[in-house]
């Protein structure tokens, strides 16, 4: 029963252009959804955050998208470069007392120079 | 002056041994999770700690044992291994009380043979 989806596990980009990532979800008591960016032999690193009250959420070169009605998000990254090239785990919570992160399976983004 | 470390990065070992996974955070964090990130890329929650209080255990085989000797640290101990258990595990942590962003250590790749 996988709640949080990336259905594409890899997007190619060339740099410069517009990035964007998909992510859908089934639960709706999912009240925040995160982004998280992984290098290989790395850990995940935040990236940035949206809360369900929120339909927008910009951070420099990143802007995350959320329709709830959908139950569906997107992160854009624009313009992309090649530091940007990386596996994007998509995340959704719900507080209950305790935080607890439920992952998308990744989408590996390749920027191309 | 690494945030979350974690040690060792690579445990090979056979199938029936018992093993220990270690995790440090010098962030001051007062929650600390383990996660497992499957042959299939998912990352999974298997537990958290908040002081040393053990508030998430998602379905895990009991053969898994989270101890927390203290806030900053949270360790994985394993036994009696099985093929299934092969996995990347990652450590986090973060402040607890609301929805923050978790801080990850680089991952322990555990294979077993």
């Known amino acids: 029963d996988q709640q949080v989806k990336q259905n594409s596990p890899s997007l190619s980009v060339q740099e410069g252009r517009i990035s964007i990532l998909n992510c859908d979800y089934t639960?709706?008591?999912?009240?925040?959804f995160l982004w998280y960016k992984k290098y290989p032999a790395e850990g995940p690193t935040f990236l940035i955050s949206?809360?369900?009250?929120?339909d927008k959420n910009e951070d420099g070169r990143f802007t995350v998208f959320l329709n709830k009605s959908a139950k569906h998000l997107s992160l854009h990254i624009v313009p992309s470069q090649p530091g940007d090239s990386a596996v994007y785990f998509c995340?959704?919570?719900?507080?209950?007392?305790?935080?607890?992160?439920?992952f998308g399976q990744g989408t590996r983004l390749t920027i191309n120079p | 002056d690494t945030a979350v470390s974690q040690t060792p990065k690579y445990l090979v070992t056979q199938m029936g041994n018992d093993k220990s996974i270690k995790c440090e955070q010098n962030?001051?964090?007062?929650?600390m999770y383990w996660y497992k990130q499957d042959s299939k890329k998912f990352l999974k929650i298997m537990f958290s700690?908040?002081?040393?209080?053990?508030?998430i255990n998602e379905t895990v085989p009991n053969r898994f044992s989270p101890k927390s000797p203290d806030k900053a640290h949270l360790n994985l101990h394993i036994n009696s291994l099985e093929l299934g258990d092969s996995a990347v595990y990652f450590c986090?942590?973060?402040?607890?009380?609301?929805?923050?962003?978790?801080?990850f250590g680089p991952g322990t790749r555990l294979t077993v043979t």
């Open positions: 986090a942590s973060s402040w607890a009380g609301g929805i923050y962003e978790q801080y």
């Open positions: 639960n709706s008591m999912f009240d925040y």
């Open positions: 949206i809360s369900s009250i929120k």
């Open positions: 995340a959704a919570t719900v507080f209950q007392g305790a935080q607890k992160l439920v």
């Open positions: 962030l001051g964090h007062d929650t």
């Open positions: 700690y908040n002081n040393k209080e053990l508030i």
